[in-house]
């Protein structure tokens, strides 16, 4: 399924876009992460909260450096590696909400399907298949 980009003729207003959404999700992540012990002030629930949507919010980074990536590259390799962010970025936030809030198995075996590991796994993937993607799309563009 192929989510549709709004193509204006100018994409590079869309790239602006798509940077300065990320970038300033990325900075809103990083005053939560550090401002979270003034902002919570030592109460547990509001600290496992904060610690959920930093969690679910994580893909936002590398999505800001792939931003910065494409940001020079020719509209198609932009516009095919949009498509795939679109439908991968909210995925990635329901899945990670969808996690457990803690790790720790009933047994002594450890559940490694907690949110910081879903996070992590996630942005892991979204880099390593956004980077095939510009590096085919980049590479089937070039003049032979």
Same mark, same amino acid.
């Not at 450096?65 to 910065?68: E, G, I, R, V």
């Given at each position: 399924m192929r989510f549709k980009v709004w193509y204006n003729?100018?994409?590079k207003k869309e790239k602006k876009i798509v940077l300065m959404g990320s970038l300033m999700?990325?900075?809103i992540l990083l005053v939560l992460a550090f401002g979270a012990p003034f902002i919570c002030s030592h109460d547990i629930s509001c600290n496992k909260q904060l610690g959920n949507i930093i969690y679910a919010f994580s893909s936002f980074l590398p999505l800001l450096?792939? /931003?910065?990536v494409t940001y020079k590259l020719r509209e198609e390799t932009f516009s095919a590696w949009l498509h795939f962010a679109y439908g991968f970025v909210p995925l990635s936030i329901f899945l990670t909400f969808l996690a457990r809030n803690s790790s720790g198995g /009933?047994?002594?075996i450890p559940n490694i399907l907690d949110q910081e590991f879903v996070a992590f796994l996630l942005s892991a993937l979204f880099l390593i298949i956004s980077l095939v993607i510009i590096?085919?799309?980049w590479y089937k563009r070039l003049p032979e």
């Open positions: 003729g100018n994409m999700v990325v900075a450096l792939l /931003s910065l /009933s047994t002594g590096i085919y799309q």
